[in-house]
């Protein structure tokens, strides 16, 4: 695996290539970014992986500073795969050589809401770094994690209405044994947060339940299940049921006709904030 840390080295080893895929990613890798990286191999050749934690993306009071960094751990896990041709580890200097005054900002019916509520200015910077990575790399593919189920949609919509020649896929949220979508952020929580957070999933498979059901009351759906949450000590952002298209609140005529749905929640347990999706 050749490891680069400038524009000009990662072209230079692209150069010609007219069938790479690429994984987008902010490091401190585990198991779901290694099934992302087995994902592109299976769809083109040579793979490409970035690790570049991103200023933009994150608010004043968030975890810049904090997010773990562990670009050695992370080289050797990637060795270790073999999927991975090329690394590419910029520092800002190199991604931001002077302010980043061009931004991409998604709009606001799907941008504003949701992460986007709680986490205002999110998905533009996520929107503009990942614009920036996909003109550096020139991929023919690139992989995300359903996980992050909003920004997927985000990244999708940008890369269609910009007409960039790269195929967006998807792969499904990674989970530990006990069900917990798999993070970098999971090494924040405690060993008795850890044994709770599972719960968060749980709850998302109580309200699938619940609609399989014919519960179909959106409101109060997701009314019990923050409050099933909060009384455990989470700090509910949201737990909303949504139609996949659009991420728009389903009516009446959407449970009537079978509109594909999904779950999404955000929850804060001690200082971690988690997030998870699950479709219906």
Not at 62 to 91: G, Q, S
Not at 193 to 221: F, S, W
């Given at each position: 695996?050749?490891?680069?840390?400038?524009?000009?080295?990662?072209?230079?080893?692209?150069?010609?290539?007219?069938?790479?895929?690429f994984v987008p990613t902010m490091g401190n890798l585990h198991a779901g970014h290694l099934a992302l990286m087995k994902l592109a191999r299976q769809h083109g050749d040579p793979v490409v992986a970035s690790i570049f934690v991103n200023?933009?993306?994150?608010?004043?009071?968030?975890?810049?500073?904090?997010?773990?960094?562990?670009?050695?751990?992370?080289?050797?896990?990637?060795?270790?795969?073999?999927?991975?041709?090329?690394?590419?580890?910029?520092?800002?200097?190199?991604?931001?050589?002077?302010?980043?005054?061009?931004?991409?900002?998604?709009?606001?019916?799907?941008?504003?809401?949701?992460?986007?509520?709680?986490?205002?200015?999110?998905?533009?910077?996520?929107?503009?770094?990942?614009?920036?990575?996909?003109?550096?790399?020139?991929?023919?593919?690139?992989?995300?994690?359903?996980?992050?189920?909003?920004?997927?949609?985000?990244?999708?919509?940008?890369?269609?209405?910009?007409?960039?020649?790269?195929?967006?896929?998807?792969?499904?949220?990674?989970?530990?044994?006990?069900?917990?979508?798999?993070?970098?952020?999971?090494?924040?929580?405690?060993?008795?947060?850890?044994?709770?957070?599972?719960?968060?999933?749980?709850?998302?498979?109580?309200?699938?339940?619940?609609?399989?059901?014919?519960?179909?009351?959106?409101?109060?759906?997701?009314?019990?299940?923050?409050?099933?949450?909060?009384?455990?000590?989470?700090?509910?952002?949201?737990?909303?049921?949504?139609?996949?298209?659009?991420?728009?609140?389903?009516?009446?005529?959407?449970?009537?006709?079978?509109?594909?749905?999904?779950?999404?929640?955000?929850?804060?347990?001690?200082?971690?904030?988690?997030?998870?999706?699950?479709?219906?």
């Amino acid at each position: 695996m050749k490891v680069v840390h400038t524009i000009q080295e990662l072209r230079d080893h692209l150069r010609g290539q007219t069938r790479v895929s690429f994984v987008p990613t902010m490091g401190n890798l585990h198991a779901g970014h290694l099934a992302l990286m087995k994902l592109a191999r299976q769809h083109g050749d040579p793979v490409v992986a970035s690790i570049f934690v991103n200023r933009l993306q994150f608010g004043p009071s968030e975890d810049f500073d904090r997010y773990p960094r562990t670009l050695a751990e992370d080289i050797e896990k990637l060795e270790r795969e073999r999927d991975v041709y090329v690394l590419f580890a910029p520092d800002e200097k190199e991604m931001y050589p002077e302010p980043q005054n061009y931004r991409v900002q998604p709009p606001d019916d799907l941008g504003d809401i949701l992460e986007g509520e709680f986490r205002p200015g999110f998905f533009k910077g996520v929107c503009t770094v990942v614009l920036k990575l996909l003109s550096c790399v020139q991929p023919r593919v690139a992989v995300f994690g359903k996980k992050d189920y909003q920004q997927l949609m985000i990244v999708r919509a940008m890369c269609r209405q910009f007409q960039l020649p790269v195929e967006v896929l998807a792969h499904e949220t990674v989970r530990a044994d006990d069900g917990l979508a798999l993070s970098s952020r999971n090494r924040y929580l405690t060993d008795a947060e850890r044994a709770e957070a599972p719960r968060l999933y749980a709850q998302l498979q109580a309200m699938r339940q619940q609609v399989a059901a014919g519960q179909h009351d959106v409101a109060a759906l997701e009314q019990e299940a923050a409050g099933a949450l909060a009384a455990r000590g989470w700090l509910v952002d949201y737990m909303s049921l949504r139609r996949q298209r659009d991420l728009k609140a389903p009516d009446s005529a959407d449970f009537q006709t079978g509109e594909p749905l999904v779950v999404l929640a955000a929850a804060k347990l001690g200082n971690t904030r988690l997030i998870d999706n699950l479709e219906l």
